[in-house]
T-cell receptor, first 113, second 106 residues
Framework: EAQVTQNPRYLITVTGKKLTVTCSQNMNHEYMSWYRQDPGLGLRQIYYSMNVEVTDKGDVPEGYKVSRKEKRNFPLILESPSPNQTSLYFC????????????FGPGTRLTVL | QKEVEQNSGPLSVPEGAIASLNCTYSDRGSQSFFWYRQYSGKSPELIMSIYSNGDKEDGRFTAQLNKASQYVSLLIRDSQPSDSATYLCAVRGMRFGAGTRLTVKP
């Protein structure tokens, strides 16, 4: 089954404790991205990757890091989480950056205390 | 001005009615447009994509695109309670509006 998986689905953590949210896709997509979704603000792009070892900032990259060492995986790293990073996070993959359907993971609900 | 704008709603329609959802965008060079449906607590899923001016129909859903006026709309005919969700407009594939929450009342 074609899918994007994310882990963990739910996470409660404390300020400053480094965490990683994993994302993996099995569709051989070159493009992957991370979004955060907050009430009234919609989906805002954090980082995206056009291919292995190619990553770029989205609209709200502050406080986040990413890496793309393999085509299928695109982890999101919060090195020192803060309460304003409490949000619902989605990983997505697509054939390319523009013009194609994005396939979303199930989401990770993160709470930073 | 936001790149992609949608009325946040909520939009409430009775069962069986037509629901009309609108989206405007600022980048005149945009060529691809998508409508996603998102149930509460779930991930967005594609309903339709549209690339050319005019209407595109898929079952009870019709997407309408007018590039000159920079708007794209989604019509849902014979609305069902199961259509109650937030509808997200996406331009160029990766620019999303904030979404319109639709409630279909039995």
């Amino acid at each position: 089954e074609a899918q994007v998986t994310q882990n963990p689905r739910y996470l409660i953590t404390v300020t400053g404790k480094k965490l990683t949210v994993t994302c993996s896709q099995n569709m051989n997509h070159e493009y992957m991205s991370w979004y955060r979704q907050d009430p009234g603000l919609g989906l805002r792009q954090i980082y995206y990757s056009m291919n292995v070892e190619v990553t770029d900032k989205g609209d709200v990259p502050e406080g986040y890091k990413v890496s793309r060492k393999e085509k299928r995986n695109f982890p999101l790293i919060l090195e020192s989480p803060s309460p304003n990073q409490t949000s619902l996070y989605f990983c997505a993959s697509s054939l390319s950056r523009e013009g194609y359907t994005q396939y979303f993971g199930p989401g990770t609900r993160l709470t930073v205390l | 001005q936001k790149e992609v704008e949608q009325n946040s709603g909520p939009l409430s329609v009775p069962e069986g009615a037509i629901a009309s959802l609108n989206c405007t965008y600022s980048d005149r060079g945009s060529q691809s447009f998508f409508w996603y449906r998102q149930y509460s607590g779930k991930s967005p899923e594609l309903i339709m994509s549209i690339y050319s001016n005019g209407d595109k129909e898929d079952g009870r859903f019709t997407a309408q695109l007018n590039k000159a006026s920079q708007y794209v709309s989604l019509l849902i005919r014979d609305s069902q309670p199961s259509d109650s969700a937030t509808y997200l407009c996406a331009v160029r594939g990766m620019r999303f509006g904030a979404g319109t929450r639709l409630t279909v009342k039995p």
